[in-house]
């Protein structure tokens, strides 16, 4: 049996932390954007920073597996 549990972790974060598609932090012209669809490397680097961080508590400290089969 394998752990799904990154992978799916992985991808449902990429999507929400995607810097343009739901928010944009910081923005071009304000701290905190919605759906701009456009960005910066300020918010590549912060939104990188993010989804390490969110990521690494999910799997890491709270320990979350998804198996299947």
Not at 13 to 40: A, C, D
């Amino acid at each position: 049996m394998a752990d799904w549990a990154p992978v799916v972790v992985g991808v449902v974060l990429f999507v929400l932390l995607s810097p343009g598609l739901l928010f944009t932090f910081p923005g071009s012209t304000k701290h905190l954007e919605f759906g701009s669809l456009r960005t910066n490397g300020k918010a590549i680097a912060v939104h990188s920073v993010l989804f390490f961080a969110i990521f690494t508590i999910l799997i890491l400290a709270l320990g979350i597996h998804i198996y299947a089969g």
